[in-house]
């Protein structure tokens, strides 16, 4: 079992920057789909760990980070010369890859 859990989708931006971060860093990590589609996150079960509803949801030695923090990348000039380092690192994943739910599953 993975010491860090991504509940996550890989339709999700603001998911695939903290996946992105754990894949990079070499972290032991594994998703866990959220499939937000089909409402997972206004169930009860859902709403017990994160009060919004939202995704992504990180959890680490039982501790839950569920807080979101934006950044205005088009107040930063230079974020395609970062971008360009960030990918051509050994281990970037673009985001369908690296983050479960794509293709979205069949319906059960």
């Given at each position: ?39 997972e996150t206004r ?39 970062w971008l360009a ?6 281990r970037w994943v ?15």
């Amino acid at each position: 079992m993975a010491e860090t859990t991504l509940h996550c989708l890989a339709q999700s931006g603001n998911a695939y920057r903290p996946a992105l971060a754990l894949e990079l860093a070499g972290a032991d990590w594994a998703p866990r789909f959220v499939d937000f589609l089909a409402g997972e996150t206004r169930t009860p079960a859902c709403r017990a760990l994160n009060v919004m509803g939202e995704v992504p949801m990180l959890e680490h030695r039982g501790a839950l980070l569920a807080d979101e923090i934006e950044v205005d990348w088009a107040a930063h000039p230079a974020i395609r010369d970062w971008l360009a380092r960030v990918q051509s690192e050994p281990r970037w994943v673009p985001p369908y890859p690296l983050l479960p739910g794509h293709p979205l599953p069949a319906a059960g």
